[in-house]
């Protein structure tokens, strides 16, 4: 009887253990959209680096339709907004990819990404003094956003868009 029960306790340890481990693991909003939505970013990311926009572009399309899943799940997660507002300003529609930014805003004003990426948009639609504000925002992270975004903004390097 000692060893059933002793499995038992086992069994259930383990199957906690699983349970938490799985989800500890995933993304900051939790849903498999955003995870899938985050790995097709960084590939088109990549290929956008070697200059292939075509592959680049069918990436940022999935991602965004993930994303947009994976907010209709879970809504009003900064990260997601994040990169709804990355893929959509990436898609080349500037004022809905703001639109997201600016709700992850809301919920997160330092948001690191956020502000970089919005800082990005800003330059590229002429708004320089909207993209030093973001800089600024940025100014006391001592992170690698603002780093990124003062050389966009300074031109020493280009965004695509």
């Known amino acids: 009887m ?8 086992i069994i259930i340890a383990l199957t906690n253990n699983s349970f938490s481990a799985g989800t500890a693991s995933g993304s900051s909003d939790g849903s498999s959209s955003y995870k899938k939505a985050y790995n097709l970013i960084k590939a088109a990311k990549k290929y ?15 991602a965004q339709k993930l994303l947009l899943k994976s907010n209709d799940e879970k809504p009003l997660q900064a990260d997601t907004l994040n990169y709804l507002g990355f893929t959509t300003r ?21 948001h690191k990404g956020i502000n970089e990426y919005l800082g990005e948009l800003y330059v590229v639609t002429n708004r320089m003094d909207k993209a030093k504000e973001r800089l600024e925002v940025l100014k006391s992270c ?20």
């Open 90 to 110: 990436k898609l080349g529609d500037y004022e809905k990819g703001e639109d997201f930014y600016l709700q992850g805003l809301k919920i997160k004003p330092d």
């Open 2 to 9: 000692k060893k059933i029960i002793y499995t038992l306790l």
């Open 142 to 161: 001592k992170c690698d956003e603002y780093n990124q975004l003062k050389e966009v903004i300074e031109g020493k390097k280009k965004s695509k868009y």
């Open 48 to 62: 956008e680096k070697k200059g292939k926009t075509e592959k680049a572009q069918k990436r940022y399309e999935k």
